[in-house]
């Protein structure tokens, strides 16, 4: 399985940017995908997952009531949907298969990863 993220790009803080991942093939529709995030000089984190039907979600602290994960199964595509954008939002956005059909905000539970999207939040 393949994982193609995009939607990326640079704004400026208080905008919104929806970002896109893609699974090659239908594997991924049994399993919880995620969103996880790179800032430089700093560890990979969570940010989002979903679980495989869509009815779990489970977000970061920081981005609570800001980000929106969904996911589309016919397309073996999730989103991530993030409004009021910070500074602090800035990094490599990651999207994630898991192992199993529950996350579990492990990055070791992640069976496999996109390529990474660039997001750049200018204040």
């Known amino acids: 399985v393949q994982l193609q993220a995009s939607g990326g790009g640079l704004v400026q803080a208080g905008d919104s940017l929806k970002l896109s991942c893609a699974a090659s093939?239908?594997?991924?529709?049994?399993?919880?995908m995620g969103w996880f995030r790179q800032a430089p000089g700093k560890e990979r984190e969570f940010v989002a997952e979903i679980n495989w039907s869509g009815s779990s979600k489970t977000y970061e602290d920081s981005v609570k009531g800001r980000f929106t994960i969904s996911r589309d199964n016919a397309k073996s595509a999730v989103y991530l949907q993030m409004n009021s954008l910070k500074p602090e939002d800035t990094a490599v956005y990651y999207c994630?298969?898991?192992?199993?059909?529950?996350?579990?905000?492990?990055?070791?539970?992640?069976?496999?990863w996109g390529q990474g999207t660039q997001v750049t939040v200018s204040s």
């Open positions: 994630a298969s898991y192992l199993r059909a529950w996350g579990s905000r492990n990055q070791y539970d992640v069976r496999y």
């Open positions: 093939r239908r594997t991924s529709s049994n399993n919880a």
